[in-house]
């Protein structure tokens, strides 16, 4: 036996190139299943197209909102009525650059705004956290809001009027690009959209 152990290093130091040969040959993997998927192609020389990006009606335009001609959006089911643009934004599609402000700012725009007025009301507000989540339609993509009921979402946090239950320095925002709520500091800027 002790013999045996003696050669087997040699012996392993003689076949390792062997083996190594031989795992050289074995042929990779194939998966059936990719082969069997029938595959997209263009013509030799010519770009594929891209997709068209269409707005996200979601399950909820017909159902949920209204889009009114005087740049509001009413929701239906939650009996809201909300600005169509997010401050800073106008016209139909709501172009141009949304405003960003810090907490106080915000609640302070809403005033602002009721001293004239918008759409014949002045009673407008920066909403609470359940009125600005009311918004959110998981059936649509990023955003995850009606575009065709609210075109040109900016990219950002937007504000509520709900501030945090335990600190004072502290308010809760909503982001539309992932259905997320968070709370900030009162004094980061953020995006306001009226109710």
């Known amino acids: 036996m002790y013999y045996f152990l003696k050669l087997s290093p040699i012996l392993l130091i003689l076949l390792l190139p062997h083996l190594a040969k031989a795992e050289a040959k074995v042929e990779p993997k194939v998966d059936v299943k990719a082969q069997t998927q029938p595959q997209e192609s263009t013509p030799e020389g010519e770009e594929s197209e891209p997709e068209e990006v269409k707005p996200c009606e979601g399950k ?16 239906k089911k939650a009996k ?36 004239t ?10 909403p609470t956290l359940k009125e600005l989540t009311s918004m959110v339609d998981l059936t649509c993509g990023q955003p995850v809001l009606n575009t065709t009921a609210f075109p040109n979402v900016p990219k950002g ?20 690009e992932h259905a997320k709520h968070h709370t900030d500091v009162k004094y980061g800027t953020n995006y306001v959209r009226l109710v």
């Open 117 to 126: 007025g918008f759409a014949n009301f002045k009673d407008w507000h920066v």
């Open 60 to 75: 909820t335009l017909k159902s949920k909102f209204t889009v009114n001609a005087n740049g509001t959006v009413t929701d």
């Open 80 to 115: 809201l009525m909300w600005m169509q643009c997010s401050i800073g934004q106008s016209g139909p599609d709501c172009s141009g650059t949304g405003e960003t402000f810090t907490y106080e700012h915000a609640l302070q725009q809403a005033k602002i705004i009721n001293e």
């Open 157 to 176: 946090w937007f504000w509520t009027s709900s501030p945090h239950n335990s600190n004072v320095y502290y308010a809760w925002m909503v982001y539309y």
